[in-house]
């Protein structure tokens, strides 16, 4: 049998760099023990997180309600990391999520509510043309509070991409001294890894040395 060669080996396309504000990694990249939101080395655990990103007028689907956010998730653009993240974080972390779910959820009783206010109006229960304006403010007010809890505490507990291309995802909302960590040590795997060629001498053992 022929040893392993090492060039025959996929490429290491992995890539971790500072876009800005933004960290910048590959699709799959595998990144230091360093929390994303704190920057601590302490209890950091990896979680895959599937980012979604959304160009800026996709949010006008939005308004239209759950067949608009239904269209959007054909839309936009998805990508997987394995994030490093710390326990404390990750919990709170995961509050959000819930807080945002609860939100999105809520349309289905405001729905309810707006067309009951519109039957009411159709049976004469109310005054005229009171019904629209009821359905109206409930629509209004499910779509303030929906991007309120979006675009506030929520996201800062959270790391989002800010877009995704076909090689790179563009992560925001990575703690600064995590950002220049997380870099500093993909570049040193990389520079390591390529630096070291691997002896053809080594037949057999190769597959599994350190
Ligand atoms: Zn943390």
């Known amino acids: 049998m022929q040893p392993v060669d090492a060039s025959l080996r996929p490429a290491t396309a992995e890539l971790v760099r500072l876009e800005g504000d933004l960290l910048a990694v590959s699709h799959g990249a595998r990144l230091a023990s360093v929390c994303v939101k704190c920057a601590t080395r302490d209890d950091v655990v990896r979680r895959l997180e599937v980012m979604h990103a959304q160009r800026p007028w996709m949010w006008l689907f939005y308004l239209t309600g759950v067949l608009g956010i239904v269209i959007l998730s054909f839309l936009q653009r998805t990508g997987g990391v394995l994030l490093p993240i710390c326990t404390a974080c ?7 999520v819930r807080v945002r779910s609860l939100t999105t959820l809520a349309i289905i009783p405001v729905s309810v509510a707006a067309i009951g206010a519109l ?3 159709a049976r004469g229960r109310l005054p005229n043309g009171a019904g629209a304006w009821i359905a109206l403010a409930l629509a209004a007010a499910w779509t303030a509070a929906y991007v309120a809890v979006h675009a506030g505490k929520s996201r800062r507990a959270m790391v989002t991409a800010a877009s995704i291309d076909r090689s790179l995802i563009f992560l925001r909302g990575v703690h600064p001294d995590a950002r220049r960590e997380l870099v ?3 570049t040193a795997v990389r520079h390591g890894a390529g630096a070291k060629p691997r002896s053809s001498t080594l037949s057999g053992a190769s597959a599994d040395d350190e």
Not at 90 to 96: E, G, I, L, P, T
């Open 184 to 186: 500093a040590e993909a």
């Open 119 to 121: 039957a009411a109006e």
């Open 90 to 96: 990750d919990a709170r972390w995961r509050r959000a």
